[in-house]
């Protein structure tokens, strides 16, 4: 059964395997890199299989606390896709953001359809990525 929980607070990074490999991020942070990003995110929801004890999935924000958060990071690892656990992250993270105006992220064209269905829109945004600090070491 898959449980979902937004603490981090017991969480090893053990529990972290595989996630980055099937997104395609050549270079990657570590299971201890991600738990630390998930410890200084503002809000995070994460999937576990309760079998395995493994983290299956996890959405990250990152917030003001008063207008604006960002959703940078949502993943479900290859094995677990397709049983809306992705859809389940999303509709967690949106309902503990309610309070706020402005929720945004950036995604593929091919990926809006999902979204769409949690109720967001289409927009246009611009970025920058410095690939030499795709690891978050630096
Ligand atoms: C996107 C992602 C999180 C979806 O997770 P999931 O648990 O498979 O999602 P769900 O089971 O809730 O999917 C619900 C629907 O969205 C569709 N969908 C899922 N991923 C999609 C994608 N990348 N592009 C288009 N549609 C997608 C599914 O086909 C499914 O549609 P269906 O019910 O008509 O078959 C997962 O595919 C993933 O981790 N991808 C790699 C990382 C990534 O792209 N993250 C998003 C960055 S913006």
Redesign the pocket.
């Known amino acids: 059964m898959i449980v979902y929980t937004d603490t981090v607070d017991d969480i090893d990074a053990s529990q972290l395997t595989g996630f980055f490999v099937?997104?395609g991020w050549p270079a990657h942070p570590t299971p201890e890199t991600h738990l630390r990003l998930l410890q200084n995110s503002a809000e995070v929801v994460l999937a576990i299989d309760d079998e395995t004890t493994q983290i299956v999935?996890y959405i990250t924000a990152i917030s003001d606390g008063v207008l604006s958060a960002y959703i940078p990071?949502?993943?479900?690892?290859?094995p677990?896709?397709?049983?809306?656990?992705?859809?389940?992250?999303?509709r967690r993270m949106l309902d503990k953001l309610q309070h706020l105006y402005m929720i945004d992220?950036?995604?593929?064209a091919?990926?809006q359809?999902?979204?769409e269905?949690l109720g967001m829109q289409p927009a246009t945004g611009m970025l920058i990525r410095n690939y030499n600090q795709q690891t978050g070491t630096g």
């Open positions: 099937d997104w999935g990071l949502l993943e479900v690892l290859q677990y896709q397709g049983r809306n656990i992705g859809s389940d992250l999303v992220l950036l995604c593929d091919g990926v359809p999902f979204y269905r």
